[in-house]
Nanobody
Framework: VQLQASGGGLEQPGGSLRLSCAAS????????IGWVRQAPGKVREWVSC????????YYGDSVKGRFAISRDKVKNMVYLQIDSLKPEDTAVYYC?????????????WGQGTLVTVSS
C-alpha cells in the first residue's frame, strides 16, 4: 500500500487548490481514504474521507462547504478540492488509507503536501 499526495502550494485567501492522492498497491473499493492536515505547531486534524464501500463522503466541521473529496477508481486517485481558502487552511495535508470505513486511525499514510494560504 502506497500513497502519494501532491498539489499543494502557495495560494491567496479566497483561492482554490486541488490536492491529489495517488494510491498504489490496493483498490479504492477496499480502502477508505482520508485527508488529515497538520498546521504548524498544532495537532493533526482530520479533514475529510471517502468510504471504500460506496464512496460516501464525510467532512470536518471546519471545512464543510469548502472542501470536496472525490475518487477516480479507474485511475486509483483521490482528490481534495479546496475552495475559498483561508489562512487557517495552511498546513501539511496527508492522505491516508484504512480497510475499515469507520476508522479514523489510518494504517497507511502518504508523505504530505504543503498548502500555504497567504496574501
Amino acid at each position: 500500500v502506497q500513497l502519494q499526495a501532491s498539489g499543494g502550494g502557495l495560494e491567496q485567501p479566497g483561492g482554490s487548490l486541488r490536492l491529489s492522492c495517488a494510491a498504489s498497491g490496493f483498490s479504492l473499493d477496499l480502502y477508505a481514504i482520508g485527508w488529515v492536515r497538520q498546521a504548524p505547531g498544532k495537532v493533526r486534524e482530520w479533514v475529510s474521507c471517502i468510504s471504500a464501500r460506496d464512496g460516501t463522503t464525510y467532512y470536518g466541521d471546519s471545512v464543510k462547504g469548502r472542501f470536496a473529496i472525490s475518487r477516480d477508481k479507474v485511475k486509483n486517485m483521490v482528490y481534495l478540492q479546496i475552495d475559498s481558502l483561508k489562512p487557517e487552511d495552511t498546513a501539511v495535508y496527508y492522505c491516508a488509507a484504512d480497510e475499515d470505513d469507520d476508522s479514523l486511525a489510518y494504517d497507511y499514510w502518504g508523505q504530505g503536501t504543503l498548502v500555504t494560504v497567504s496574501s
